[in-house]
């Protein structure tokens, strides 16, 4: 009789309560109980591999020598940076929400195909490394470059993993991290050395980064394109009709980049019990583009809406906690979170009106089942 493994036997270092959702490649998601601690610990952080990293399922660092990126492509000097030139730079931090494009996928219905994440696909780190800008400033950007792509390094039967991001969105944010948390990057998450992109889905960190190269186009790799995509026309994200399929090409879709405006109610937790007033708490964020304006709660179905008080950010990319206190009537309730930024962005009441094949960025408007007591 097959035995599914743990989390800590798939990843050493990780924690047995981490849901199992493929071992090969290693995904594991964050049970709800554990996604408040900030920033996220190591030992709870999610993981999602496309392609495992021979000798990589472990949160120690990765056992290599000799590491070097490339800065390549649209430049006017190619770079080879040692890791150790690497580290001996300045360096900057950013804590940020390092979400999954596929998290909340199970919400969707019908279900798509991929892996059936609930709301654990994402957590919070803090990342230290190089400012991609410094060493473009080193390299000289070629006029004719608009894209930046992150190359992963290819070991033993590894599909090659290459991402694109436009350029002049990233320039100022991008870095290339060689610590996380205040340790070396664990090798589950990318290091020695990863591509993290402020605001950006987790999709775009490029772990086991070995080159970065600019390029006027996206790149053709299939994780850039027919994958990880959303159907998108004349600067639109396309509602299409649930269950049908698409065919996704550069031209009728976009990347999952920028990050929309969502949250997610970490307490209550669905079908509890309370007794006397019922405390509403969890975590709100969007891209980074501007602060979030309110999180509001209702508990009738959105016809009112209250404000919940939120809590400053650890950084513009990072979550914003909320809280609300509501005195409900004895009996059962739905209560329904939603969060607006300040540039109007806000979540669907029905995030199925954005279902699309793959189940990529589900963001509508959390909902708890309490009793009331
Ligand atoms: N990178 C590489 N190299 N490979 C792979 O596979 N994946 C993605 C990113 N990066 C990959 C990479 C994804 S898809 C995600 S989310 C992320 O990563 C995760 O991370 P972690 O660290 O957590 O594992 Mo979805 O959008």
């Not at 009709?241 to 929309?260: C, H």
């Not at 975590?283 to 209702?298: F, H, I, K, R, Y």
């Not at 939120?310 to 990072?318: D, I, R």
Request: a positive charge; one cysteine or more; charged letters at 20%.
């Amino acid at each position: 009789q097959a035995q599914t493994p743990t989390a800590d036997q798939v990843v050493a270092g990780k924690d047995p309560r981490l849901l199992v959702l493929s071992s090969r490649p290693v995904v594991l998601e964050t049970p709800l109980e554990l996604l408040g601690r900030l920033p996220t610990p190591k030992e709870f952080l999610f993981v999602r591999s496309n392609v495992d990293y021979p000798g990589g399922n472990t949160t120690a660092p990765l056992p290599v020598q000799n590491w070097q990126v490339r800065l390549e492509g649209l430049v006017q000097t190619p770079l080879t940076l040692s890791l150790e030139e690497l580290k001996s730079l300045p360096q900057v931090e950013v804590e940020m929400v390092h979400q999954c494009s596929g998290n909340g996928r199970s919400f969707f219905q019908p279900r798509p195909s991929g892996n059936p994440w609930q709301h654990g696909g994402m957590g919070q780190v803090r990342w230290k490394g190089v400012p991609l800008k410094l060493l473009l400033e080193r390299a000289g950007v070629r006029p004719e470059a608009r894209y930046v792509t992150g190359v992963a390094a290819v070991e033993g039967d590894m599909r090659p993993f290459e991402k694109s991001v436009p350029l002049a969105d990233v320039l100022e944010t991008a870095v290339l991290a060689v610590e996380m948390n205040g340790e070396p990057v664990p090798a589950i998450h990318g290091g020695p050395v990863r591509l993290v992109l402020p605001g950006y889905f987790g999709v775009n960190n490029v772990k086991w980064l070995v080159a970065v190269r600019l390029e006027e186009k996206e790149s053709t790799n299939p994780f850039q394109a027919p994958s990880y995509r959303i159907p998108f026309r004349a600067s639109q994200t396309l509602p299409i009709q649930p269950g049908s399929t698409y065919d996704f090409t550069y031209e009728n879709s976009r990347p999952n980049w920028r990050q929309n405006v969502k949250s997610v109610v970490l307490a209550p937790a669905s079908g509890a019990q309370v007794r006397g007033f019922v405390r509403v708490e969890g975590l709100a964020w969007n891209d980074g583009l501007a602060p979030l304006a309110a999180v509001e709660v209702s508990w009738d179905g959105g016809r009112t809406w209250r404000q919940a008080e939120l809590e400053k950010p650890a950084s513009p990319y990072a979550y914003w906690r909320f809280r609300a206190v509501l005195a409900l009537p004895r009996g059962e309730h739905t209560l329904l979170v939603r969060a607006t930024d300040e540039l109007g962005r806000s979540q669907p009441l029905n995030g199925n009106i954005y279902w699309n094949p793959r189940g990529y960025e589900w963001n509508g408007v959390d909902r708890v089942k309490v009793t009331v007591v």
